[in-house]
């Protein structure tokens, strides 16, 4: 059974950071790309970033310089680090492997003063 579990959300204000974490389980997990996604209610589901098996990565055009997406093959994790952020990072944000066959529960960031 897959599972990816989402760590890190929060309320932070303008200007902060968050880090995102995710613990994947019942996958070989060197041997799958994972991701990042996001949605706001009454929106679709959003690409934040992408990471392949070798380490490559992917943007959103609305997060490059601000969101770095990383993994660690040991440990089973993928990381999402978002700095400067927006009101407009605000959403439930997805860890994927796939990078999008298998979805975790979710996270809510909230990014407000």
């Known amino acids: 059974q897959v599972q990816l579990v989402e760590s890190g959300g929060g309320l932070v204000q303008p200007g902060g950071s968050l880090r995102l974490s995710c613990a994947a389980s019942?996958?070989?997990?060197?041997?799958?790309?994972m991701g990042w996604y996001r949605q706001v209610p009454g929106k679709q589901r959003e690409l934040v970033a992408t990471?392949?098996?070798?380490?490559?990565?992917n943007y959103a055009d609305s997060v490059k310089g601000r969101f770095t997406i990383s993994r660690d093959n040991a440990k089973k994790a993928v990381d999402l680090q978002m700095n400067s952020l927006n009101a407009e990072d605000t959403a439930v944000y997805y860890c994927?492997?796939?990078?999008?066959?298998?979805w975790g529960q979710g996270t809510r960031v909230t990014v407000s003063s």
């Open positions: 994927t492997a796939g990078p999008s066959d298998y």
């Open positions: 019942g996958i070989v997990f060197s041997l799958w790309a």
């Open positions: 990471i392949s098996r070798s380490g490559s990565t």
